[in-house]
Each structure stands twice: as C-alpha cells, then as structure tokens.
C-alpha cells in the first residue's frame, strides 16, 4: 500500500492525503479500479512523446509536426505539455517545441537536462522563434539565454507580450506589470 501511495505523490499537485484517498477509492471501488486500467491502456496504446517537438502524438500523429497547415518556419518556445495544449487551442499557425522545464539553478536544472539543444538543431535563417515561457524569473533566464545562443541564427527571436490580462483591473496591477503593459501597447488607431 505504501508503495502505491508513494507512487502516486509522484504526480504533480497529489500529497500524502491525496494519493491515500485516492488508494482507497480505487481499492474499493471495483468500478473506478476498472476505468483506472481502460485510461491507463489506452494512453499507453494510444499516446506517445512526439521525438521532434517534445509535444505528444495521438495514434502516432503530432498536432503540429505533422499538420500541413501550420508553419513549420515559426517556432513557438514553451516550458510544458500543458503550455503546448495552450498554445495548441490558441490561433497560434506555427509549430511547437516543449522544452520539459526551465533553467533553474537552485533545482539543478541546467539547459544540458532540457530540450533546448533538439531545439537549436531545429533552426535555421529562415525560421523565426516564439519565446512563450513563463513571465517568472526562470522563464527568463531560460528566455535570455536561448535569445543569446540563437542570435545570429534564426531570422527572428520574439517573446510573447507582457501586460494587463483581459478583465485585469489597473488598481490590482503591480508597477512592472502596469510598465510592461504600457511599454508592450498596441497601435488603435493612426493618426
């Protein structure tokens, strides 16, 4: 029981009482336990890691690497899968790269443990990069340091806007936010 338990913490948001409520509903439920072992077969049969962008691939198709609509000479930059989905359900043309994390020194995590080198092997001068990490200071280091390395070889390197999210109110803003908005404004109107 222990092991399973321990096991199921190792899902992120699941703690000690979770994964324990969890057991039990699962042990005594022969329903649950059923639809348990369907969900499970199925995303092992059905669903895999797509070995170019990092994003997943259902019964053997990637979303973006294997669209012939999308843009294969923009690549949108993000930390996650969930990020991915995102961008996926967005109107967003291009392609993807999920880079599985971001640089984060104190957590050991150094650009040789994420996807970052699969992804300069992707670039070249005629694709433009979309950075959509996360506006934290890891997504930024991570942002900065893939800006640097690409340079002088991708045909653009752009970051997604920083600013005031829709139904955001000015009196809840911080000051940087508030800058960013203003700094990062749209043209209405001409004149």
């Known amino acids: 029981m222990d092991e399973l338990i321990e096991l199921l913490k190792e899902f992120d948001g699941i703690g000690q009482k ?3 409520k969890m057991f039990f509903q699962i042990m005594t439920s022969k329903l649950k336990k059923q ?17 170019r ?4 691939k259902y019964k053997k198709l990637c979303s973006f690497c294997d ?3 999308r843009d294969k000479n923009l690549i949108c930059v993000v930390s996650d899968i969930l990020n991915a989905e995102k961008i996926l359900n967005s109107k967003f043309k291009g392609i993807i790269h999920v880079l599985n994390g971001e640089i984060n020194i104190n957590k050991n995590v150094h650009p040789e443990k994420l996807k970052i080198e699969e992804l300069f092997a992707r670039i070249n001068s ?3 990069i979309l950075l959509a990490l996360n506006l934290t200071f ?3 280091v991570t942002a900065n340091y893939i800006a640097t390395k690409l340079k002088d070889k991708a045909k653009n390197i752009t ?3 920083r600013g005031i999210p829709l139904g955001g109110v000015l009196d809840y803003m911080d ?4 800058e960013d908005a203003i700094k990062n404004r749209k043209i209405i109107k001409k004149g």
Do not use: P, W
């Not at 639809?35 to 070995?51: A, G, H, P, R, T």
């Not at 962008?53 to 997943?56: D, I, K, L």
């Open 175 to 178: 000051n940087e936010t508030l």
């Open 159 to 161: 970051r997604i806007a």
């Open 67 to 69: 669209s012939q609509i």
């Open 18 to 20: 979770a994964a324990k």
């Open 138 to 140: 890891e997504g930024e």
């Open 53 to 56: 962008c990092f994003f997943y």
């Open 126 to 128: 005629e694709v433009e």
């Open 35 to 51: 639809k348990l072992i369907e969900v499970i077969e199925k995303i092992s049969n059905d669903y895999e890691i797509c070995e």
